[in-house]
């Protein structure tokens, strides 16, 4: 049974509408693209076939979406663009529901080797040289082919996933627009909902609630924190209940055809005093001036270096150090909340069309509260553009 029992949360939950109209799922014939891409980084580097595990690259280059387990299921695509599926015997018939009967679904006894059978596909389809393995595979798959493909040279395929998924087609923005454009909405009720005394559970539990009215998954995770423990980057454990001038730090999402959503909002449960006012605004400039940052060809740490400029000058850091930022200013994002490439210091990797950020340099000051402020944007062929804009202000986070 829900736990929203306040009329202000069950008037804002009545007045969702869902409209997903809009939606435009990933086609096969972009998924075939994104092989077609994978296969020219193959040619290109020497490696002869890509082996995939039941991860977001397996439904990334593939649309089967599968989950991990102790039996090994995933996929070889070769560096000609054969696509090959493994999967155990008894699954064949739920492989083929996703897939289509002209699937190639090499199967597996219960007490035969799957390792083994990889291998085998590999000599029957003169695939030699190097292998590259999904990044994601637990180390029971890479321990089982390292065995098994002793004479094969096995790198990790983020050569190949990362320099594929990092770069976003229009289709993949405007899914994860979708997404963020349900989660700020739900971030801007959720506002309206707080009362003196609330649990973090029940606002939690509200978010849930409205991400699903909306359409969007259910949360992929939510964090709520009140007061002091805004200064935790991610929460800390327990119940809390909001007080008159504490500050709030709500960070969530959801997803739209498994693409994700990731936004943070910070603002006080009252009147701001000038230290949380001046702190906020503090915050508001070093996400501006990591975005302003963001331009192409220009190496990663750089976005995260023009944020942490703005708080050293004021005093914060340096560095990791607290007071000031702890963590990188952003993940890359897409069908993993974190993926590749990261906001960080020591990351060269210049920005290019199609990356997609978070932007985030938090602000945690010991013993008295935390800010964070974090949005979006993606790199185009004229620089970065906002998902969803900056909040406004302490006192009006969501706008007059």
Not at 108 to 117: F, G, K, R, T, V
Not at 161 to 168: G, L, Q, V, W, Y
Not at 220 to 238: A, E, K, R, Y
Request: glycine content about 8%; overall charge negative; some cysteine.
């Amino acid at each position: 049974m829900s736990s929203i029992g306040g009329s202000s949360a069950a008037i804002e939950l009545a007045s969702i509408s869902k409209d997903l109209s809009h939606v435009r799922p990933i086609s096969g014939e972009e998924r075939q693209q994104r092989r077609e891409k994978a296969t020219r980084l193959m040619q290109e580097r020497g490696i002869s076939a890509l082996v995939l595990s039941a991860s977001t690259s397996l439904y990334y280059f593939t649309g089967l979406s599968w989950y991990q387990s102790e039996r090994l299921v995933g996929a070889i695509l070769s560096s000609s663009g054969k696509l090959i599926f493994i999967s155990p015997a008894f699954e064949d018939s739920k492989l083929r529901e996703t897939l289509g009967e002209q699937a190639d679904i090499r199967l597996w006894e219960e007490d035969e080797s799957p390792y083994a059978l990889v291998a085998q596909i590999l000599k029957d389809e003169n695939l030699r040289g190097t292998v590259a393995l999904d990044e994601a595979a637990p180390f029971f798959i890479a321990d089982g082919l390292r065995q098994a493909l002793a004479s094969y040279p096995i790198v990790n395929g983020m050569v190949i996933t990362a320099e594929c998924r990092m770069h976003k087609s229009a289709n993949e923005i405007a899914l994860m627009q979708a997404a963020k454009n349900i989660t700020l909405e739900v971030q801007r009720r959720t506002a309206k909902i707080l009362r003196e005394g609330i649990s973090s559970l029940e606002v939690a539990d509200f978010i849930n609630q409205a991400h699903r009215a909306f359409g969007g998954s259910s949360s992929t995770f939510c964090i709520v924190s009140f007061g002091l423990p805004t200064s935790i980057p991610h929460g800390p454990d327990g119940v809390q209940y909001l007080k008159e001038g504490d500050m709030v730090l709500i960070d969530t999402g959801c997803m739209i055809e498994r693409y994700h959503s990731d936004i943070t909002r910070s603002y006080v449960f009252g009147e701001p005093t000038a230290r949380q006012r001046s702190m906020w605004d503090l915050e508001k400039a070093a996400q501006a001036a990591a975005f302003d940052a963001a331009q192409l060809g220009v190496p990663c740490e750089e976005v995260d270096l023009a944020a942490r400029r703005v708080l050293e000058a004021a005093g914060l850091g340096p560095g990791y150090k607290t007071p000031g930022l702890p963590h990188r200013t952003g993940h890359g994002i897409g069908l993993d909340i974190h993926e590749w490439t990261y906001l960080v210091k020591g990351n060269k990797t210049p920005l290019a069309t199609g990356m997609c950020f978070s932007n985030e340099p938090m602000i945690c000051l010991d013993g008295e509260f935390g800010i964070r402020l974090e949005d979006h944007f993606y790199m185009t062929e004229q620089g970065p553009a906002w998902f969803t804009g900056q909040s406004h202000a302490v006192d009006a986070p969501f706008g007059a």
